[in-house]
């Protein structure tokens, strides 16, 4: 009683500058990244590729946003839903902001552009650096996946199959002790998601595989990768998506930011036939993510809720 140890997330060194596909590093890595995908739903990559002074660019970057009036936040809109402004007066104590193809410099200084009319382009840049820089993570950590599967003859098709969207969040302080809801339990829509907490508020925690909560503890060089449902669902249920939620306490307000893969509009997520057998049937039909999200946000969709990708595609 109180005297067990806490669960924690498996952390994976993703610093070796030897780590490079084929490598003995690298097939070492990758079959972390497996069991921890396996057990866990996610894991912490530790992963030193971000300078300080770009870490700390964005942290001002994030509270100049969020500073921003209610009236200029909500111009930040898509025509996807949860790709934009998500937060006052729906969820109390969240706020999101979300740039689309955040590696681009073109389309980020576009969207800032509805938040600063007259542009801000230490701003643009700092997100499109941000995303690029981190966007190395999301890409060995699918290659790895892919491989760990035997997948690699899908690995071009994957790959360019997905485009970037960087979500900023900030969770205001409750101001009690007792926890309080900054966002619910869900499991995210897309490939995967990289999530890094720009201030050192702790509140994320994840399920792991037998529906134990485990709280997350960031570092500046953590990054949690948690799985979306159309991995899931690509690889046919070979891997669970993550879910996560995140609770408040204290008198301090969270930052955090988010790298999303997510499918384009209008390519089918298909399972591979590889992956299709007896004794793994067919979990899922042919859909697109942006028709998943849009049917969320129906009324059978919301009844739905957890269950919206079975309940939208099931076979
Ligand atoms: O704030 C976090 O760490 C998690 C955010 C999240 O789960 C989301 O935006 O989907
Ligand atoms: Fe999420």
């Not at 485990?214 to 669970?240: C, M, P, Q, T, Y």
């Amino acid at each position: 009683m109180g005297t067990e140890t806490p669960l924690k997330v498996p952390v994976i060194d993703f610093s070796n500058p030897e780590l490079k596909p084929g490598t003995a590093e690298w097939d070492s890595v990758k079959g972390q990244v497996r069991r921890a995908l396996q057990d866990y739903n996610c894991f912490e990559a530790s992963f030193d590729k971000i300078p300080a002074e770009l870490r700390g660019s964005l942290f001002r970057a994030l509270q100049e946003l969020f500073d921003l009036p209610l009236e200029a936040k909500i111009r930040n809109v898509s025509e996807i839903p949860y790709h934009g402004y998500f937060g006052h007066p729906l969820v109390p104590l969240f706020e999101s902001l979300g740039f689309e193809d955040a590696n681009i410099i073109e389309k980020v200084e576009d969207q800032t552009r509805a938040l600063w009319p007259q542009g801000n382009s230490s701003f643009s840049k700092t997100i499109q650096t941000f995303t690029k820089q981190l966007s190395e993570l999301d890409q060995m950590v699918r290659r790895m996946i892919l491989e760990s599967f035997n997948l690699e003859k899908y690995m071009d098709e994957h790959m360019d199959s997905t485009n970037y969207v960087f979500r900023t969040m900030k969770y205001n302080a409750p101001k009690t002790n007792e926890p309080k809801v900054g966002l619910g339990s869900h499991k995210d829509k897309d490939i995967i998601t990289i999530l890094h907490q720009m201030s050192e508020v702790d509140g994320l925690a994840v399920q792991n595989k037998d529906g134990e909560w485990i709280d997350v503890n960031f570092s500046k060089n953590s990054f949690l990768v948690i799985i979306g449902e159309s991995l899931h669902a690509w690889l046919n249920g070979r891997l669970n998506a993550t879910y996560h939620r995140v609770m408040m306490t204290g008198d301090k307000e969270r930052y955090a930011v988010g790298l999303f893969s997510v499918p384009k509009a209008g390519y089918m997520i298909k399972a591979p036939e590889e992956l299709v057998d007896e004794a793994h049937p067919l979990l899922y039909k042919p859909y697109d993510y942006v028709e998943l999200l849009n049917f969320t946000y129906t009324e059978a969709g919301q009844v739905a809720d957890t269950s919206a990708l079975k309940v939208f595609c099931g076979v």
